[in-house]
């Protein structure tokens, strides 16, 4: 996962269609119930404490205020821990002030939200003493991307939660964002908005072609990350689950490594389906190698469906997935569409 300046070349597909779980009128029993079960994250309400952490590279200060003044707006109170930055030339801070924050914030009694600020590199470092803690009473949003698909694939397997593969604090306030993309961000955190349907799926190979409902949740992130947690503990596991990829400023041939990887070394064994979100990168040829050869040569490779059309990831658009959660794939009159239950856990 390479960062690149922020003029990408990019596919941003799909749409996004949100609705209550009660308006959705062909949602299956099996669906409603698995949509009740498990941890279930706490909305939030005007007032509440967002605890803000930095468990991989360091943002500006400015790039902070700005993201905390967004969350003062919507009516809550962002806590930044006091030190939260002393960055050196790979981190936020040492290894130990980052778990230390990231520590406090699970484990506060007063926050219903542990919000990242930047993902970059580091918060595989902290897996280790993340794995010696006690499981958290309380069940609480984990929100961010890219670094920290790390800790998303940690909570989801160690403590059973349901995370949200959403913005970052450092993108929340630059003004990137679409108001609309924004709004929606605010309804889900905020219980509002209990359903996210997203529509128009592409079918990348036959099985997908020929693809007709699956019941199941969704895990992953980047893809960078994910590979890299092959052969150790906190592997993450897609056995039974909808796998979501997504990637940055990787070349075409290191995305097939990663892709060839994940086949050769069995951590594709028994995943339900394969969904892609942005794979952006600066040069326009080389994005276009990577989704006219490289992608569509994986997916043909693959047995289970594959689809591409998540508006998910490093992109101008950033929609939030959530992992851990009921979803339903289904194909349906209009195409096929993902819909996804919101805070809790499968």
Same mark, same amino acid.
């Given at each position: @996962?390479?960062?690149?300046?922020?003029?990408?070349?990019?596919?941003?597909?799909?749409?996004?269609?949100?609705?209550?779980? !009660? #308006?959705?009128?062909?949602?299956? %029993?099996?669906?409603?119930?698995?949509?009740?079960?498990?941890?279930?994250?706490?909305?939030?309400?005007?007032?509440?404490?967002?605890?803000?952490?930095? =468990?991989?590279?360091?943002?500006? @200060?400015?790039?902070?205020?700005?993201?905390?003044? $967004?969350?003062?707006?919507?009516?809550?109170?962002?806590?930044?821990?006091?030190?939260?930055? #002393?960055?050196?030339?790979?981190?936020?801070?040492? #290894?130990?002030?980052?778990?230390?924050?990231?520590?406090?914030?699970?484990?506060?009694?007063?926050?219903?939200?542990?919000?990242?600020?930047?993902?970059?590199?580091?918060?595989?470092?902290? *897996?280790?003493?993340?794995? +010696? @803690?006690?499981?958290?009473?309380?069940?609480?949003?984990?929100?961010?991307?890219?670094?920290?698909?790390?800790?998303?694939?940690?909570?989801?397997?160690?403590?059973?939660?349901?995370?949200?593969?959403?913005? *970052?604090?450092?993108?929340?306030?630059?003004?990137?964002?679409?108001?609309?993309?924004?709004?929606?961000?605010?309804?889900?955190?905020?219980?509002? &908005?209990?359903?996210?349907?997203?529509?128009?799926?592409?079918?990348?190979?036959?099985? !997908?072609?020929?693809?007709?409902?699956?019941?199941?949740?969704?895990?992953?992130?980047?893809?960078?990350?994910?590979?890299?947690?092959?052969?150790?503990?906190? &592997?993450?596991?897609? +056995?039974? +689950?909808?796998?979501?990829?997504?990637?940055?400023?990787?070349?075409?041939?290191? $995305?097939?490594?990663?892709?060839?990887?994940?086949? &050769?070394?069995?951590?594709?064994?028994?995943?339900?389906?394969?969904?892609?979100?942005?794979?952006?990168?600066?040069?326009?040829?080389?994005?276009? @190698?990577?989704?006219?050869?490289?992608?569509?040569?994986?997916?043909?490779?693959?047995?289970? =469906?594959?689809?591409?059309?998540?508006?998910? %990831?490093?992109?101008?658009?950033?929609?939030?997935?959530?992992?851990?959660?009921?979803?339903?794939?289904?194909?349906?009159?209009?195409?096929?569409?993902?819909?996804?239950?919101?805070? $809790? !856990?499968?």
């Amino acid at each position: @996962m390479k960062l690149t300046s922020k003029k990408l070349a990019h596919l941003d597909s799909g749409n996004f269609e949100p609705k209550t779980l !009660a #308006d959705l009128s062909d949602f299956k %029993g099996a669906f409603k119930e698995k949509a009740q079960k498990g941890a279930k994250w706490q909305p939030l309400v005007p007032g509440d404490v967002i605890d803000i952490v930095a =468990p991989g590279s360091a943002c500006s @200060m400015q790039e902070l205020r700005l993201g905390v003044r $967004v969350l003062s707006d919507w009516g809550f109170v962002p806590r930044v821990p006091k030190g939260l930055l #002393d960055p050196g030339p790979l981190f936020s801070n040492s #290894d130990e002030n980052r778990f230390l924050h990231l520590k406090n914030a699970f484990q506060a009694a007063d926050s219903k939200v542990v919000w990242c600020l930047r993902g970059g590199y580091g918060s595989n470092r902290l *897996l280790p003493e993340l794995d +010696k @803690m006690t499981k958290p009473k309380q069940t609480k949003y984990l929100i961010g991307y890219s670094d920290i698909t790390s800790i998303h694939s940690f909570v989801q397997r160690k403590w059973k939660w349901p995370s949200l593969h959403g913005p *970052l604090i450092e993108r929340l306030g630059s003004g990137d964002h679409p108001k609309s993309d924004l709004l929606r961000l605010k309804r889900v955190v905020t219980g509002q &908005q209990d359903v996210l349907v997203f529509k128009n799926l592409i079918a990348l190979n036959r099985k !997908a072609r020929e693809f007709g409902t699956l019941v199941s949740s969704v895990v992953g992130g980047n893809l960078c990350v994910l590979d890299s947690s092959i052969g150790t503990p906190w &592997q993450f596991d897609c +056995k039974d +689950k909808i796998l979501f990829l997504e990637e940055i400023g990787e070349k075409p041939h290191r $995305v097939d490594r990663f892709f060839v990887h994940l086949e &050769q070394s069995g951590a594709l064994k028994g995943c339900k389906a394969i969904l892609l979100g942005n794979f952006l990168i600066e040069s326009p040829n080389l994005h276009r @190698m990577i989704w006219s050869r490289v992608i569509p040569e994986f997916a043909e490779r693959m047995k289970i =469906p594959v689809f591409r059309g998540l508006p998910v %990831g490093h992109g101008k658009k950033q929609r939030a997935l959530p992992f851990g959660t009921a979803v339903k794939l289904a194909k349906g009159t209009g195409g096929v569409k993902l819909t996804c239950s919101v805070g $809790v !856990a499968e």
